[in-house]
C-alpha cells in the first residue's frame, strides 16, 4: 500500500515544470491548445497534458553567402545576418512545424529577390534602405508564424575580380577629375584676385614701389648674394644717364 501511495505521488509530482522568464510553456491537452503559461512553476498534468517549451529571446541568425545577380547582370556574392524573436508562442508550434527553418529558408530567398531588383551601383550606395526593405519583407512572412523581425543587415559582399579592377579605376578617374577641378578653380580664383590687385596697383603707383620694397626685404633675410634693382630704379638711372649726356652735348 505505502508503495502504491509512493508511485501515485512521484506520478503527481513529475507534472511539475520550472519555465524561466526568457521562455513560455505551450499546453496541448489530449492534442487539443490549451495555452502558454510561464514564467515560474507550473503544473502539466501527466500523460494528458504536454508542454512544448518557446524561448523568447533574439535570435542572430547568419544567412549564408549565395550568388545573387543584380539588375545590370552582375553576379555577387551576399551574406547576411538577421535579428528576430518569438512574440507569439502559440503561433510559433501550431502554425509551422519548423519555425527556426523557415525563417532562415525565407530569409535567403528575401535577400536573393531583393538584392536582384537593384544594379550593382544602387546596392552599394543604398545599402541601409535595401537592409529595411529586406526586413519587412521577411517581417510579412514571418508574421502569422508569431515571429517579429528586428534587423537584417548586409555583412559581406564580394565581387568579381574585374569587377573591383574596374570600379578601383573609376574610383582613381573620378578622384583625378576632381583634383583637376580644384585645381582650375584654384587657378581661377588666383587670377580672379591678381587681376583685382594689378587695378588697384594701377590707381596707386606707390603701391607697386611698397610692393617692391617688401619683395627686397624679404629676399635679404635669407642672406644671399643676389642684387636686384627695381625696374624703376633702372628707369631712373637711364634717365640720369640720357640728361648726363644731354649736357655733354651742350658744352
Do not use: C
Not at 129 to 149: M, S, Y
Not at 192 to 211: F, M, N, S, Y
Amino acid at each position: 500500500m505505502n508503495i502504491f501511495i509512493a508511485i501515485i505521488v512521484l506520478f503527481l509530482l513529475s507534472g511539475i515544470r520550472v519555465v524561466t522568464e526568457y521562455q513560455r510553456g505551450v499546453i496541448f491537452r489530449l492534442g487539443r491548445l490549451v495555452g502558454a503559461r510561464g514564467p515560474g512553476l507550473i503544473y502539466v498534468i501527466p500523460i494528458i497534458e504536454r508542454m512544448v517549451r518557446v524561448g523568447l529571446r533574439t535570435i542572430t541568425m547568419n544567412i549564408p553567402s549565395q550568388k545573387i545577380i543584380t539588375k545590370d547582370n552582375v553576379s555577387i556574392d551576399i551574406a547576411a545576418v538577421a535579428y528576430y524573436h518569438i512574440v507569439d508562442p502559440q503561433k510559433s508550434v501550431v502554425a509551422i512545424e519548423n519555425v527556426y527553418d523557415a525563417v532562415n529558408q525565407i530569409s535567403q530567398t528575401t535577400v536573393r529577390n531583393v538584392v536582384g531588383q537593384f544594379m550593382l551601383d544602387q546596392f552599394l550606395s543604398q545599402t541601409i534602405d535595401i537592409n529595411e526593405k529586406i526586413k519587412n519583407v521577411i517581417d510579412v512572412h514571418t508574421e502569422p508564424w508569431g515571429i517579429q523581425v528586428t534587423a537584417v543587415e548586409i555583412k559581406d559582399v564580394t565581387l568579381p575580380d574585374n569587377m573591383q579592377r574596374a570600379m578601383a579605376k573609376e574610383a582613381e578617374a573620378e578622384r583625378e577629375r576632381r583634383a583637376k577641378i580644384v585645381a582650375a578653380q584654384g587657378e581661377f580664383q588666383a587670377a580672379e584676385k591678381l587681376g583685382q590687385a594689378a587695378d588697384i596697383i594701377a590707381t596707386h603707383p606707390v603701391a607697386l614701389q611698397l610692393r617692391t620694397l617688401q619683395t627686397m626685404a624679404e629676399i635679404a633675410t635669407e642672406k644671399n648674394s643676389t642684387i636686384i634693382f627695381p625696374a624703376q630704379f633702372m628707369t631712373t638711372v637711364k634717365e640720369a644717364l640720357r640728361t648726363l649726356k644731354d649736357d655733354e652735348e651742350v658744352v
